[in-house]
């Protein structure tokens, strides 16, 4: 006679669901990492390649850097006006590239995306796959931008009332407001030229910074993917972040100049 399987018991699946638990909870992180690890890459390669057509842009326009405006830099053409003492008419260049029209008959013709256009593939180049807006960090949330932030990414944001455009990335726009040659910069192998617009992303975060009063202690945990001047791409700490907006003001001879280039 033939025996009859023996079916399981209930504390062997248990058991069985218990076990794939345990592997599925040791699996989704390993698995997140991976993916971040990833889209940092994507996004590196991504700077690489806007880094390619800057020196495309460079080599139409005497060496300057694009004489283009950041999305966050928009709005701040009063805080410009210091400036006109070291770079000429700061305030005023940056009034007319914030209200610069774009062929789609959006104001934002004068933003770093748009100015680059013909020097890159396509929109997708500026769009790294790790951003997921920047709400949550102090900056948004001081300048009131964190619950537009919350609800999208920022190269949506930043595409404003377009049909085309937008950037998840921060453009140093002093760069372009000097109008001095590339090969006059004081450090292009420290300076920073194209970078993520949130720490958190990709590299050492693996979350959103958490809010308000704690967010800036998870700056040391952040990085950023960076484009130097010199067309090199790494992803660096907070500190080198901070080390790439100061350093290039330093002077040979000791002290701070007011200007990144020589």
């Given at each position: 006679m033939k025996p009859q399987p023996r079916a399981f018991t209930l504390i062997e699946l248990l058991t069985v669901i218990a076990v794939i638990a345990v592997l599925a909870g040791m699996m989704f992180p390993v698995l997140a990492r991976a993916r971040d690890r990833a889209d940092g890459a994507r996004c590196a390669s991504n700077l690489r390649q806007l880094g390619v057509g800057i020196q495309m842009y460079q080599q139409d326009w005497d060496d300057r850097f694009?004489?283009?405006?950041?999305?966050?830099?928009?709005?701040?053409?009063?805080?410009?006006?210091?400036?006109?003492?070291?770079?000429?008419?700061?305030?005023?260049?940056?009034?007319?590239?914030?209200?610069?029209?774009?062929?789609?008959?959006?104001?934002?013709?004068?933003?770093?995306?748009?100015?680059?256009?013909?020097?890159?593939?396509?929109?997708?180049?500026?769009?790294?796959?790790?951003?997921?807006?920047?709400?949550?960090?102090g900056g948004a949330t001081s300048q009131g931008y964190q619950k537009e932030m919350e609800k999208q990414p920022v190269w949506r944001i930043t595409r404003g009332t377009g049909t085309w455009g937008g950037t998840s990335y921060v453009y140093r726009t002093e760069l372009?407001?000097?109008?001095?040659?590339?090969?006059?910069?004081?450090?292009?192998?420290?300076?920073n030229v194209l970078f993520d617009a949130a720490h958190y992303w990709h590299g050492r975060l693996h979350r959103a910074p958490r809010e308000q009063g704690s967010d800036f202690a998870d700056y040391a945990l952040g990085s950023y993917n960076i484009l130097y001047a010199d067309g090199h791409v790494r992803n660096a700490t907070t500190k080198e972040y901070y080390d790439a907006w100061y350093e290039p003001y330093r002077s040979s001879f000791g002290g701070y100049t007011y200007s990144p280039f020589l």
């Open positions: 694009p004489f283009a405006i950041d999305y966050w830099d928009r709005n701040l053409q009063d805080l410009w006006a210091p400036w006109n003492r070291f770079i000429p008419n700061a305030s005023g260049n940056v009034a007319l590239l914030s209200n610069r029209p774009a062929s789609d008959g959006s104001p934002y013709g004068g933003q770093i995306d748009r100015v680059l256009r013909p020097y890159t593939v396509s929109d997708q180049v500026w769009r790294c796959p790790g951003d997921t807006g920047i709400a949550g960090m372009g407001l000097h109008m001095k040659p590339a090969s006059r910069l004081r450090m292009p192998s420290r300076t």
